[in-house]
C-alpha cells in the first residue's frame, strides 16, 4: 500500500515531524535537531535531493546488503564533521520494489540489511537513530 499525499496532507504530516524532533531533542537534551524532508516520492529523491557526494543508505530485506554493524561503524566513524548529507531511506509499507532498489544502486546508495525481521517503519527508524546516536555519543 502506497499513501499518496498531497497539497494539505503534505503540509500537516511536515509539521507534525517537525514538531516531533523539536519534542524529542528537548526531551533527549540533544543540542541538534534533525532535518526531516517532507513526504517526497521516490523518483523525486533520486533525481533532485542525493547527490554523488551525498552518503546514502536505503534499508531493506536484502541479505547481500550491508550488515547492519558495518553500517554503523561506517556512519559513526565518519563522526559529526560537516561534510557530505546523510539519507537514511526507509520503505513504505510493503517495501520499496526491485526497480526502485535498482534505480538507488545505480545511483550510488547503498543498501543495508537489518536481519531477518521485517520492522515496521517506525520501528526500524527509531532503531537505526538510536543506535547512530549512541556511537556518535
Known sequence: TVV????EGRERAKERWDRIVVEAAKQSGSPALMRVEGPVSFKEIMAQKIHSSDKAF???P?????RFKSFIDEVAGAGLEPGPA??????????????EVASAEARGVRKVFLGDSVLRLETAFIGVLSTLRLMLS
Open 4 to 7: 499518496k499525499m498531497r497539497g
Open 86 to 99: 546523510l539519507f537514511l531511506l526507509f520503505g513504505p509499507e510493503g517495501g520499496f520494489t526491485e526497480t
Open 58 to 60: 536505503i534499508f531493506h
Open 62 to 66: 536484502d541479505p547481500k546488503g550491508l
